[in-house]
């Protein structure tokens, strides 16, 4: 069992940066694969990037590549996401997930996920 808490969300125009951290407490998170995921009102939960158990690879979903960068800190029990060049379509309740994997892998379909944060709100005005 993992609980994930998620901060760093606000309002910021669009070319700004936030970074978004996702503090994971109970079983050692070094054992998870870990994920970001978006979704918007009225739309599905969307892929937005992952980062392997010992954060040695990553992937993004094609709208944040080059824009975002997923890291973590398993020391602190800590996966961030680095969001620059804001735009006003990044606007969405951002998650933090895990899944439990004997291997590395990226999977991008939400329910692969075991475990899942309370979500921060991004805004990006325009």
């Known amino acids: 069992q993992v609980q994930l808490v998620e901060s760093g969300g606000g309002l910021v125009q669009a070319g700004g940066s936030l970074r978004l951290s996702c503090a994971a407490s109970?079983?050692?998170?070094?054992?998870?694969?870990m994920g970001w995921f978006r979704q918007a009102p009225g739309k599905e939960r969307e892929f937005v990037a992952a980062?392997?158990?010992?954060?040695?690879?990553?992937a993004y979903a094609d709208s944040v590549k080059g824009r975002f960068t997923i890291s973590r800190d398993n020391a602190k029990n800590t996966v961030y996401l680095q969001m620059n060049s804001l735009k006003p379509e990044d606007t969405a309740l951002y998650y933090c997930?895990?899944?439990?994997?004997?291997?590395?892998?990226?999977?991008?379909?939400?329910?692969?996920?075991?475990?899942w944060g309370q979500g921060t709100q991004v805004t990006v005005s325009s």
């Open positions: 997930a895990a899944l439990l994997a004997v291997i590395d892998y990226f999977p991008r379909s939400p329910s692969t996920y075991n475990y």
């Open positions: 109970g079983r050692t998170s070094s054992t998870y694969v």
């Open positions: 980062i392997t158990r010992s954060g040695g690879k990553t």
